[in-house]
């Protein structure tokens, strides 16, 4: 497994921006697609985008498409998340996590073996 730290969240109005990072270690971190999920209070937790180990190729899930960026950088071990234009229903914990060594990239909780702790991101109206 690898080991992930969350940064970056925060209270931003409407309409605003954060970008979130995840910090890896533990393994090599080219070999392993990256994503990120929310969870709201009493809700599952969500896709919200992934990116595959080579970095080539990137998915989002339709309620953030055209709003938010996924990126890596293997050379500092880090997956950001852009995201624009936040709207209240972004509100949520969000979390980053890795896949095992040159599996794909998913949309499902279940094909991910690391987790980070998760960072608060609150839109406010």
């Given amino acids: 497994q690898v080991q992930l730290v969350e940064s970056g969240g925060g209270?931003?109005?409407?309409?605003?921006?954060?970008?979130?990072?995840?910090?890896?270690?533990?393994?090599?971190?080219?070999?392993?697609?990256?994503?990120?999920?929310?969870?709201?209070?009493?809700?599952?937790?969500?896709?919200?985008?992934?990116?595959?180990?080579?970095?080539?190729?990137?998915?989002?899930?339709?309620?953030?498409?055209?709003?938010?960026?996924?990126?890596?950088?293997n050379a500092k071990n880090t997956a950001c998340l852009q995201m624009n234009n936040l709207e209240p229903e972004d509100t949520a914990v969000y979390y980053c996590a890795a896949a095992p060594p040159y599996y794909s990239a998913s949309a499902y909780p279940r094909e991910y073996d690391s987790w980070g702790q998760g960072t608060q991101v609150t839109v406010s109206s």
């Fill in 11 to 73: 209270l931003v109005q409407a309409g605003g921006s954060l970008r979130l990072s995840c910090a890896a270690s533990g393994r090599t971190f080219g070999s392993y697609a990256m994503a990120w999920f929310r969870q709201a209070p009493g809700k599952e937790r969500e896709f919200v985008a992934a990116i595959s180990w080579r970095g080539d190729r990137t998915y989002y899930a339709d309620s953030v498409k055209g709003r938010c960026t996924i990126s890596r950088d």
